[in-house]
């Protein structure tokens, strides 16, 4: 074997097993695909912070997990040192909201089924899965939790607080209580409102004793 040979063996037997047609008809899906997610993220982002940064990496997740899926299937010692390499690869960034792992998991498995040439699959499972996810993600409930934080001046105006509140939501939990000396208490309730009604704030920051009150929108995230 001289060196044409091998320089045949190694490098134009793979470049004639490539289909650029395929290739490229792939990529071009991948990332129509990755806009599609990145919209459907946006839309039913519901969380402290919205990050467009994270947006854009869906859609290149989509296409490098396409362009490695049609590496590894045109040739198989690519596959075993692609696994290899991969291996080695920490992903070290916290996802704090539980969807956005979703989002990524669906970038991969659309990557993934268009690298091996499941276009149709891609497509249709992509379509549903969005339209799932903007049908129950935008759901609206009117029992959405809220956080109520209450300054009292004393024990007594902290007793009338709490028995105007429990007239006043379907249901009233004391989640911290913090007293001061020389300053009272605070409360931090977690509150379910009776048809969205809010009013009861304002009539509650009249009574005597009570210095403040704040109503917060409240779905178990907080900012570090």
């Known amino acids: 074997m001289n060196f044409r040979d091998f320089f ?30 990145f919209i459907v993220y946006r839309k039913t982002f519901s969380g402290v912070m919205y990050s467009t940064s994270f947006g854009i990496s869906l859609v290149a997740m ?35 909201d539980p969807l956005d792992i979703v ?18 699959l891609a ?21 959405t939790p809220y956080m109520l934080i209450i300054r009292c001046s004393d024990d007594q105006a902290e007793k009338t607080a709490r028995q105007y509140i429990a007239n006043k939501v379907k249901k009233g939990l004391v989640k911290s209580k913090t007293v001061t000396v020389g300053s009272g208490v605070e ?3 977690e509150v379910r409102l009776i048809d969205g009604a809010t009013d009861f704030v304002n009539e509650m920051a009249k009574h005597p004793g009570i210095k403040d009150a704040v109503l917060v929108s409240y779905n178990g995230e907080y900012m570090e």
């Open 62 to 96: 989509t296409l490098i997990t396409t362009l490695i899926i049609l590496a590894v299937t045109s040739n198989i010692i690519l596959s075993l040192g692609m696994v290899g390499a991969l291996s080695i690869v920490r992903f070290r960034t916290a996802i704090k």
């Open 123 to 143: 497509v249709f499972g992509s379509i549903f899965i969005g339209i799932v996810l903007v049908l129950f993600a935008n759901r609206k409930t009117t029992d």
């Open 8 to 37: 045949r063996s190694s490098f134009l037997e793979n470049i004639t097993s490539f289909s650029t047609l395929d290739a490229l008809i792939a990529m071009v899906l991948a990332l129509g695909i990755g806009i599609f997610i």
């Open 187 to 189: 409360l931090a309730m």
């Open 103 to 120: 989002f990524l998991f669906w970038s991969l498995a659309a990557g993934i089924i268009l690298g091996a040439g499941l276009l149709p």
